[in-house]
């Protein structure tokens, strides 16, 4: 069975303080690896897709990296406005295209 | 709103009562997807559609129907026979990538359902 596992469950930062959140993720057949953040009570926010190991995307503060066996989201000098939930999904293609969640990372950044 | 809306964005149902969800796109996106959301799990799939008058059942299906007569639209009923509905739903809709890249999945907002 396919599975996508994301750690930490929660992280509390300082602000300016940066860290790592990582997604492992089942290799064989993978099409895609998804970031989203989520705030509380909205849907998720798409954030990057990564395709290949190797592959790297940035936004603002926030970089995806992928590997051959997990990716990770680095965040760089965090703000209060960065603390959401952040959750990583993998694409097995098939019939269906799902997502295959992980249960998120919950990000505290403190000012 | 990222093209695709869902309504109500708060819902309240007694128990034994059928109730539906709104979801509609304006991308003119093929595919389309309901998702399930409870706390400390992931995302779980109740059902997706790939074309129009057509949808399949996702991991979650039982106590949940779909209909699809329209490209822009995917409501999804919580019928009385689902045990527990009581959770966050989430609609999306899926831009297909060029093969093997996978469909990249765009979310609405959510309706959070209640049964009282």
């Known amino acids: 069975e396919d599975q996508v596992t994301q750690s930490p469950e929660a992280l509390r930062l300082q602000e300016g303080e940066s860290s790592s959140l990582n997604c492992s993720y089942t290799?064989?057949?993978?099409?895609?690896l998804f970031w989203y953040r989520q705030d509380p009570g909205k849907g998720p926010e798409f954030l990057f897709t990564l395709y290949s190991a190797g592959e790297e995307k940035e936004k603002e503060r926030l970089k995806a990296t992928l590997t051959k066996k997990e990716s990770f989201l680095h965040i760089t000098a965090p703000k209060p406005e960065d603390s959401a939930t952040y959750l990583c999904?993998?694409?097995?293609?098939?019939?269906?295209?799902?997502?295959?969640f992980g249960t998120g990372t919950l990000l505290a950044v403190q000012p | 709103d990222g093209g695709i809306t869902q309504s109500p964005k708060y819902l309240f149902r007694k128990e034994g009562q059928n109730v539906t969800l709104s979801c509609e796109q304006n991308?003119?996106?093929?595919?389309m997807y309901w998702y399930r959301q409870d706390p400390g799990q992931g995302l779980r799939l109740i059902y997706y559609s790939q074309i129009v008058n057509d949808f399949q059942k996702g991991d979650i299906a039982e106590g949940y129907s779909v209909s699809r007569e329209k490209k822009e639209s995917f409501p999804l009923t919580v019928t009385s026979a689902q045990k527990n509905p009581t959770a966050f739903y989430l609609c999306?809709?899926?831009?297909?990538?060029?093969?093997?890249?996978?469909?990249?999945?765009?979310f609405g907002q959510g309706t959070r359902l209640t049964v009282v």
């Open positions: 991308l003119n996106h093929d595919a």
């Open positions: 999306a809709r899926g831009k297909a990538g060029a093969f093997p890249r996978a469909t990249e999945a765009f």
């Open positions: 290799v064989s057949g993978l099409r895609g």
């Open positions: 999904a993998g694409n097995y293609g098939g019939a269906t295209n799902k997502l295959i």
